[in-house]
């Protein structure tokens, strides 16, 4: 039954268990967020989404209250600009005055925030964090926590898409920090390597080592794909520079997998441009292997295939094919070639 409330003095419908923050979004309302994401389980941690409701005391996160009947809600009164205005002035006191040469710079959803509400820099002359930068030898996530604004999206992605639990939270007050288990490796604490927490950060805090250097989100034009490494067929975008392939981003858009990759998926990219990737069928001549179209090849193929029938044969499937295609491979060998001697990679 769908709920009616006034947002902004605008009446909307929202559905029932909608949170306030969802209800403004569907109807084109923007409310800052940082450490909410559509993915992961709301938990009003940074408080930048913070709205006043009327008849409720106090500015409320948006993120967490669910929508109610006859709810008047206010997102942009000038005291709610001066909260989210403090909350940002607070996270730069203990943040990096480094955005020039940051990884994030332009994709960074601090710097969006910050710029959104030209909030100047902090002088700020107390105390600071100092963790040392890229301590973690993970191959493939770059760590800078004195980046780090505590939203604790790493810890959820990693909790919730892919199930892992490697990040937690350590210490209290000032001492909060993000820790790989009990303050140890990711690869101690059982990280897959998948990148998620990566994709999911939305400063400099983790980033993707391969691609660190080698350009901007502004200098990469983007192109979907679908993965080449098994038959599950995830989305992404190819990040391209020059016409070389720098980087792979997840799309919430994607239909099969949304943000979750594995590690073949997200940093397995650079066979692409590797000198020995073969980029046309080889047939032996003479004794050697030498280049030749694909007509050629397969017509050669089908010749030796005419040539033989039933258990002088064994085929092996791939998990790279999809389940379409490896049901035509198996019926394909029972059906023409004659013989069940079919298996497949994956199960081996």
């Not at 594995?262 to 069928?281: N, Q």
């Not at 030749?292 to 033989?308: F, R, Y």
């Amino acid at each position: 039954m769908p709920i009616n409330l006034t947002i902004n003095g605008n009446t909307i419908q929202a559905r029932e268990g909608e949170t306030v923050l969802q209800a403004a979004r569907a109807n084109g309302v923007h409310i800052p967020t940082l450490c909410y994401h559509a993915d992961l389980s709301p938990v009003g941690a940074c408080r930048l989404c913070v709205v006043e409701v009327e008849k409720m005391r106090g500015l409320i996160a948006a993120c967490t209250l669910p929508v109610a009947e006859g709810m008047v809600v206010q997102t942009h009164t000038p005291k709610i600009v001066e909260e989210r205005k403090f909350v940002l002035e607070m996270l730069l006191t203990d943040h990096p005055n480094d955005c020039m040469i940051c990884e994030a710079d332009g994709g960074c959803e601090l710097q969006d925030a910050v710029y959104e509400y030209q909030v100047a820099w902090s002088d700020h002359k107390g105390k600071r964090h100092s963790y040392p930068v890229g301590a973690d030898q993970n191959p493939f996530v770059f760590t800078d926590f004195n980046k780090c604004i505590l939203c604790t999206r790493c810890v959820r992605a990693c909790a919730e898409i892919q199930g892992r639990n490697v990040w937690g939270v350590a210490n209290r007050g000032f001492n909060d920090k993000i820790v790989a288990g009990a303050d140890v490796s990711m690869l101690e604490a059982g990280c897959e390597q998948c990148g998620a927490c990566a994709a999911y950060c939305p400063t400099g805090s983790l980033t993707d080592k391969p691609s660190r250097g080698k350009g901007r989100a502004h200098q990469f034009s983007k192109v979907r794909t679908t993965c080449v490494y098994c038959g599950v067929g995830c989305n992404f975008d190819f990040n391209v520079r020059d016409g070389k392939i720098v980087k792979v981003t997840s799309a919430r858009d994607a239909y099969v997998n949304g943000m979750a990759l594995c590690v073949k998926g997200r940093y397995g990219y650079e066979f692409i441009h590797h000198p020995d990737r073969l980029t046309k069928p080889l047939i032996k001549k003479d004794g050697k292997f030498v280049e030749s179209s694909w007509d050629e090849a397969l017509d050669l193929v089908a010749e030796k295939l005419a040539q033989h029938r039933g258990d002088e044969f064994a085929f092996l499937a791939s998990a790279k094919a999809t389940n379409e295609e490896n049901y035509l491979f198996q019926k394909f060998t029972r059906a023409v070639m004659g013989t069940n001697s079919v298996d497949h990679c994956a199960r081996l």
